[in-house]
């Protein structure tokens, strides 16, 4: 089966930098991908990491180490926008699994 | 481009009933998910279709079926509601590598079942 691991809750400061991590265990990795969900609204793609290595998009970068099973979303620049919560997700199989999702506070 | 619709966006049913949620996408994916999230939880795959008369079962199947007569539509049916099929239903498709960069997603459709 397939599993996926996040911290349930991260605070930080406006104008800072936050890391989210996510591991996961699965069958047939095809790669991890990331989503930003704002309080009652639809997930929304940020960013996907297939292969090892660092993936910039504007503030928003995302990491994946395939021997460790691990990857992190990294947010530059906070904004009051950014509070949502975010989803690591992987593809194992036909299958989709996502993951518990992390609560990002940020704080004026 | 209208995206991913769905229609309606919420319902409440009495503990045996039945409805299908619509799902609609112009983009002309082939592929077509659905996902049931709860209060603070993540998605949870309920079905998928990876194009037209070709469906199979996500994580949490049960209670549900699904169809797919054309590209565009991807209806999901409930059967005998009951209180645990309470949540937020999303609808999703991506293009014909197989889904696995992005996902649009419907608004969700809210369902309560008392």
């Known amino acids: 089966g397939q599993s996926l691991e996040q911290p349930s809750e991260v605070t930080a400061v406006e104008g800072a930098i936050v890391q989210i991590n996510c591991t996961y265990q699965t069958s047939g990795f095809y790669g991890l991908s990331w989503y930003q969900q704002h309080d009652g609204g639809a997930p929304t793609f940020l960013s996907y990491?297939?292969?090892?290595g660092l993936e910039e998009t504007g503030r928003f970068s995302s990491f994946l180490s395939r021997s460790d099973s691990y990857g992190y979303l990294l947010l530059q620049e906070l904004q009051m926008k950014d509070s949502a919560s975010y989803f690591c997700?992987?593809?194992?199989?036909?299958?989709?699994?996502f993951g518990p999702g992390t609560r990002l506070s940020v704080l004026p | 481009n209208a995206g991913v619709t769905q229609t309606p966006k919420f319902r409440i049913l009495k503990i045996g009933q039945s409805m299908t949620l619509q799902c609609t996408q112009d983009?002309?994916?082939?592929?077509m998910y659905w996902y049931r999230q709860d209060p603070g939880m993540g998605l949870k795959l309920i079905y998928y279709?990876?194009?037209?008369?070709?469906?199979d079962k996500g994580e949490v199947p049960n209670g549900y079926n699904v169809s797919r007569s054309t590209t565009e539509d991807f209806p999901l049916r409930l059967e005998l509601a009951a209180p645990s099929q309470t949540s937020v239903y999303f609808c999703?498709?991506?293009?014909?590598?197989?889904?696995?960069?992005?996902?649009?997603f419907g608004p969700g459709t809210r369902l309560l079942v008392l």
């Open positions: 997700a992987v593809k194992g199989g036909q299958n989709f699994v």
């Open positions: 279709s990876v194009g037209a008369g070709i469906t």
């Open positions: 983009m002309n994916h082939n592929y």
């Open positions: 990491n297939a292969l090892d």
């Open positions: 999703a498709s991506s293009s014909g590598t197989g889904g696995i960069r992005t996902q649009y």
